[in-house]
């Protein structure tokens, strides 16, 4: 076999000057920082009193350099003596001696990132006053001084000053609070070693609900409002504790865990070290709970407190270490709370949105060193594509031996950093197995397997030939080792046989005594691989219908819907109206009929409308109807879905946007009659705004432009700006996202990108190239940079095409000319005048 790493370094993915980062080598460690913080809300601004424990191993006169961005330092000292310093904005450099020196500064700032604040605003008169951090990748040195890498491990203190009446919290424990004058004072201590990037604070007007759980305070900080709603997204919370405690054989590392609810955080969640940052938007009532739940959020987090902040990947591109991690251990709270069925369909949405960025937009090794900024490497490599390969270890080992490798991992680690190869070694350890060949070809390399199957039976001999072959491209290794299981079903039962596939092309022929009726592939999702049959209809209807495995069934209803024969769409229609169905079976079977686009597929999905309660699936129903353009019977049905009060936020939001995709014009103002009907996310708005998208008219932009205006949500402006990506050829669109790319929301600016790379005109490319070297944010100017790529790319093969037309016309016109003269040489004399 041909493997070995970087072998297969990707594509798409690193720009041409991209190179190696390495992390910093400054020579000295922190043992402990403390930093005082006066956080003034009203002019945004902050002030600190920070001390440095340091350690060196050189005990002469030495300069430390420390991270540090924009800050105004105030005043330096080393060991409580003035002492040359300089700063230029990124570093500070301080001059020391001794091999413990102390290192105080006083600064000032007003951070543009790395610390946030937010209040009332014209979308949100009534919020509250908040202050909120994010340190993850690199913006902790915004509004503090450290050494700011994850390879760094250190203790630390916040003494949080804020006005009367608001909380500040932190990580570690809180060890006084106390109200002086008007101000109160909450000073927090972590006295575990923990990355810098872990360090927290979100202060504003809380309120607080508490909990004890086997001896850890549980905490839970909500906005005002949402108190009695709390439950909904908090009450799995102890559940996840005790389950990763007990699957990971080790208990929960810190004494408090707090969960803190704040107003336009920049992602879901944030693991700060006992204390995790969280969104608003994981709120919801009990309406949207029977589609909406926070449970994957709130175990993703919580995985993190041991993947990630007891054991931290030492330096970035091992953020899978993270990552993966979470979310294989968030879906694996999924099997344990909601059986075989959720966790396999949440896998197998695990590897649709790999594939979608693997094909979209690039591949790389999940470990590599080759990047820009630290924050690109946080994508569908680290996350789904990890924790596929994560299963197929778990598979490989069994369960028992790959949650002792965890469990022996964290305990080795633990409070301390680990890479890659680190793992590596425990789980041999543990295993007793050699793994090189597996972190080659999953971790050190990009791509991944696709594996044909065909089958043929033989009568003579009773044997089932079945012949794989690894069709992977070219960015992906010639030749995967992949061990998976067969399960074959004939009259009288199944059999399970175990292959091992290790080249290009293999041919395994199994005694099966009798004629197959189906053969599963992989039953239960246990291989990181494409499985790709071509069966007749016959067979997949069997898988469909009689086989027990979520993963070949899927497999079934996607291949049925392609093929939209008359069985097909029979089979696809009873899966999907049959009460026992697992939900996610019924919403692959609408989304199959959606794409089979017959009159029978209609009809089967609008029967399904009457039967079907589950709303998850009704949602995915009325999303599949918007297949069926200007059919009447489909509008007057998502008519009634959508105007009706008892239906969940999310099915009338697909019912909106199907509408406007089937109605056009005629449902325009249906839309605008429920435009602002209140929804969990104001999802209902949105769904109404895409309808308006799909009309696609003058009067519809009007309303899609209005609802960019800043006196609505953030989350609907960013669907509206991204929508505008549907209005080509408009110059006030461009306006707009010229004004907009500017905008203080992330949020929206993330929304630009998305709309200006759906425009191919010279005019955005103005746009995206400013916002791809200035925006704030390293992902923003990531997005864009790929949006101008892609639009440029698009102008150039118009142009070229453009160019080829011209020459064609000029080819015809010669042509012409030349038979003209042809026909003026050959033209008999006899006729001339
Ligand atoms: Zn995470």
Redesign the pocket.
Known sequence: MKVHPYLRPGRDFAYPEYGAVYPPDRGFSVKHLRLELWIDFGSRRIRGIEELRLSRSDGGEGWVKLDACELEVLKVTSDGAPTDWHYDGQLLSVKVRGTEPVVAVEYRASPRKGLHFVGPDRANPGRGLQCWSQGETEYNRYWMVLLDHPSVKHTSELIVHVPKGFVAVSNGDLVRHEVVGDEEVWHWLMDRPHSPYLISVAAGEFELIEERHNGILLQYYIPRGWRDKAHLSFSKTPKVIDFLSSYLNHPYPYRKYAQVVVHEFIFG?M?NTTATTLTDLTLHDELAHEEFSSDPLVA??LV?QWF?DLVTCRDWPHIWL??SF??YLENLFVLHDKGEEEFVYEMVRDLDSYLSEYRERYARPIVTRVYRYAAELFDSHA?PKGALVLNALRSLLGDEVFRRGLSEFLRRFAYRTADTEDFRKVMEEVSGRNLELFFEQYLYNAGHPVISVEEEYDEGSGTLKLRFRQTQGEDSLPEYWVPVRVEVNTGSGKREFRLELRSREEVFVLPVGERPRWVCVDPMFEAFAVIERKLGDEVWIRILKEDTHTYCRILAARALGKSGSERAVEALGEVLRSPGTFWGIAVEAAKALGNARTESAKRELLEALKEVRNKKVRTAVCEALSNFRGDREVIRTLTAVFEDPTEGYYTRQAAASSLGKVGREEVRELLLKHIDDPSHNNVITAGCLRGLAEIGDEESLKVVMRYTEDDKPSHVRAVAVSLLGRFPGRREVIERLRELSRDESYRVRRAVVAACSELFTPQVLGILNQMAEQDTYEMVRRAARDAAEKVRKALERGTEYKALREEVERLREENKKMLERIAAISRPVEVKG
């Open positions: 969640g693991e993703h987090e993190h990630g993270n990552e979470a979310t996350y």
